[in-house]
């Protein structure tokens, strides 16, 4: 089977949990970024998730919170004019907290199965589209 490629090349970047360095390297496919977000170190028990951004070449960016309790994921469009939020329970009371380039508080609401984050990360990576099988909870800038 062949594996489809992403439409232009896809950047993931993140800061390396234990001295913070930038990490950035190309993506092209969904089964090299799956190898890679398994290999991105693990925050230990209780330390803030890791945030991974995946960027088109548009300026539209995908980030990926890894957290022990699942994955959220969150879109913010090349012009900034919408963010979209990924939405698991929607009862899910708390927050999460998750360093991207500086440590956020999202709420908890937003933490899918991995399974399911996998799914919305393949869908974008490989048609440049948020997946319609995730909830998503629309923010205008």
Not at 35 to 50: D, Y
Not at 93 to 119: C, M, N
């Amino acid at each position: 089977m062949e594996n489809p490629m992403a439409p232009q090349p896809i950047t993931l970047n993140y800061l390396e949990p234990l001295h913070f360095r930038p990490v950035v390297m190309p993506v092209r496919t969904f089964e090299e970024l799956y190898r890679l977000l398994l290999e991105v170190p693990k925050s230990k028990h209780g330390a803030p998730g890791i945030g991974v951004h995946l960027r088109d070449q548009e300026g539209n960016v995908l980030s990926i919170g890894l957290t022990e309790g699942g994955w959220l994921v969150l879109f913010d469009d090349a012009k900034h004019t919408l963010m979209a939020f990924s939405v698991g329970d929607r009862n899910a009371v708390g927050e999460i907290t998750v360093r991207f380039h500086q440590q956020e508080q999202l709420p908890r609401r937003h933490l899918l199965p991995v399974e399911d984050a996998l799914q919305a990360v393949r869908c974008w990576l490989e048609t440049g589209k948020l997946s319609d099988t995730v909830t998503w909870e629309m923010q205008p800038y």
